[in-house]
């Protein structure tokens, strides 16, 4: 057991550390981009603050707060800085993990005496895994796209059995001492903070009982796990796709709040051509440009914070067992988080970022640098899967398999 840092902290008073944060982390946005990932100061501020931990088990030092606690304080942080918002959502997310679907040694090591634990990923299998004796395994291989790589303390990773043909796939956590960052996150449009830095490994080796036989997409959770056994809380016996999507629309959320912000700003700063003394933001069109965006991305948040909750009650319902989570409720779930993260973006390129101005468009302005990021953020895969989740979807409704429609091509 680990003791929880501050046992008596609420859900209200995490998401105020969140708003408090705001202000800094827009001031720190270039230097954020700069960096390749946000500053030692942004990280010591999260530790402080507790925000890795909010999905963390109480058992290991957390504050095992609800997922909609952890969505809204991630849209917060993206709403002052996009890049900082994704990093911190994909770092301190796969505790959940961990604490659903590894043993009891595996977590007792992994999250050690005092707790600290972040962990970056990426979804696609990659490299091989290899047995070395009876009890360990080696892994060779390197992950792209590892976001928060850089203050991350462990990988939680994907591989292949060795073998001709490979082996089944296989879910891992490796220690921070076995891989190495490398310094290739450069040369993006957006997100270019994020430190999504690729993850090497080299004879990388580690026991087999932080190893398992299964996939991130398909965790065998249905009846309740090992976590929820463990922890005796349902949150860790939830499918992970609905999950990683749920992160994808709060990321975006946030994105799209800062562009309101930004827009709001920039329009009351804006003088007319031919009436000096007025400012756009008394113009209808603006105000109408304004409130449209604000009508969508409120709508775009409700819908996050609500299916976050229908999240929580499948998790309540798969261990009671009154109803199993099913691959067909993951696809119902995931697919309403995309569809709001959609609307955010829809209205954050078609209104606010279309409407602000060219000047707005420079490099070095906030308005440029949100539609980078959110631009980026919609080429990621996760709203790659949108249209076959609307197929799945549909063929659920209609009582036909879906399962065989392929998320990932």
């Not at 091989?128 to 939680?156: C, E, F, I, Q």
């Not at 949108?386 to 065989?404: A, K, N, Q, T």
Request: hydrophobic share 40%.
């Amino acid at each position: 057991m680990t003791a929880v840092p501050e046992p008596g902290l609420t859900e209200r008073e995490m998401i105020a550390r969140a708003v408090a944060l705001r202000p800094a982390l827009l001031d720190r946005q270039a230097e954020t981009e700069r960096l390749t990932h946000y500053p030692k100061d942004t990280h010591d501020d999260f530790v402080n603050a507790g925000f890795y931990r909010i999905l963390q088990p109480r058992r290991y030092g957390g504050y095992e707060f609800a997922l909609p606690v952890f969505y809204r304080v991630v849209v917060e942080i993206a709403r002052g800085c996009p890049s900082t918002g994704w990093a911190l959502s994909l770092t301190a997310a796969h505790v959940l993990q961990v604490a659903s679907v590894f043993e009891e040694r595996a977590q007792d090591e992994v999250f050690g005496a005092d707790g600290d634990f972040r962990a970056a990923s990426t979804v696609a299998p990659v490299g091989v895994a290899r047995p070395d004796g009876p009890d360990h395994v080696v892994l060779d291989g390197t992950w792209p796209y590892s976001s928060g790589a850089p203050y991350s303390t462990h990988y939680v990773g994907q591989t292949l059995r060795a073998g001709d043909p490979p082996g089944p796939p296989v879910l891992f956590v490796a220690p921070r001492a076995v891989w190495t960052v490398l310094d290739d996150w450069h040369g993006v449009l957006g997100l270019r903070g994020t430190g999504s830095n690729s993850i090497h490994m080299e004879q990388a080796r580690i026991p087999a009982y932080l190893t398992r036989e299964t996939s991130l997409l398909d965790l065998p959770v249905e009846g309740g796990s090992v976590g929820s056994e463990l922890h005796g809380n349902p949150m860790y016996a939830g499918r992970a796709p609905s999950f990683f999507h749920g992160e994808l629309a709060a990321i975006m959320v946030g994105t799209a709040y800062a562009a309101a912000d930004e827009y709001a700003r920039a329009v009351t700063a804006r003088p007319l051509l031919l009436e000096p003394d007025r400012t756009r933001a008394e113009l209808h069109d603006y105000q109408r440009h304004l409130g449209e965006a604000l009508g969508a991305i409120h709508t775009a948040e409700a819908a996050v914070r609500q299916t976050a909750e229908d999240w929580m009650e499948a998790c309540r319902r798969n261990v009671s067992g009154e109803a199993p989570f099913t691959t067909v409720e993951d696809n119902r779930l995931a697919l309403m988080f995309l569809t709001a993260g959609r609307m955010a973006w829809d209205v954050l390129q078609g209104i606010l970022f279309r409407t602000a101005g060219s000047r707005h468009a420079r490099d070095g302005e906030r308005m440029q640098r949100y539609f980078r990021d959110a631009a980026t953020c919609w080429s990621h895969v996760g709203p790659g899967m949108y249209e076959p989740l609307l197929r799945r979807v549909g063929c659920d409704r209609l009582g036909l398999p879906s399962e065989h429609i392929p998320l990932i091509p």
